[in-house]
């Protein structure tokens, strides 16, 4: 089995060494650990992350998790324990958010979960923020057509199926196509949608 690419983004030398133990326990994955930006940005497309994990301690750390061209998905870890935050986080682009207090085993989970294409976040946040997301759609709606009217079928379909739950990895099983098509297919729907993640999408569906 191939490993799966975990970059690790943090000035703290003694907190990377422990959460890069944690995941080391994991051997399908390859953690690569970088104490600046500098150097994750110089290591070049072929070092690519599946997930990037970016301590939320350092300066601009939420501007970073919307960055689509530093890893496919990114986290951000030791997050404050305050709702209204790691709902901004989730809304600028970050697939999942782990607060300060996680342990190891939650840990492990978040990143599997968000290599497969999920949102991770405690179960008071992401329900703070599709109540949040689900308001400001129905006061910016003002009767306009609904927005998924701008997707094709398949799209709609794939759309439904994501909004609800399902992994890249499952959306690919369920209709028959490779997970970079599933990819191909979201990154059209969060660009006709004008979402920024699944936590929108998720808004975009119960709005």
Known sequence: MSSVRIALLSDDRLFCDGVASILRSDDSFDVIVYDNLASLESS???ARAAVLLIDSRLEGAMALAGSVRLASASMLIAAPNDAA???EALCAGASGVLPKNTGAGALLSAVRAVVDGSVWAPRRVMASCIKHLVT?????????????DQLSRREREIF???ATGLANKELASQFAIGEATVKAHLT?????????????LAAVYHG
């Open 188 to 200: 059209r729907i969060f660009q006709k949608l004008g979402v920024r993640g699944r936590a929108e």
């Open 136 to 148: 400001m759609a129905s006061v910016n709606r003002h009767g306009d057509a609904r927005p998924v």
């Open 85 to 87: 935050w790691c709902r």
């Open 44 to 46: 070049g497309p072929l």
């Open 160 to 162: 439904l199926q994501a």
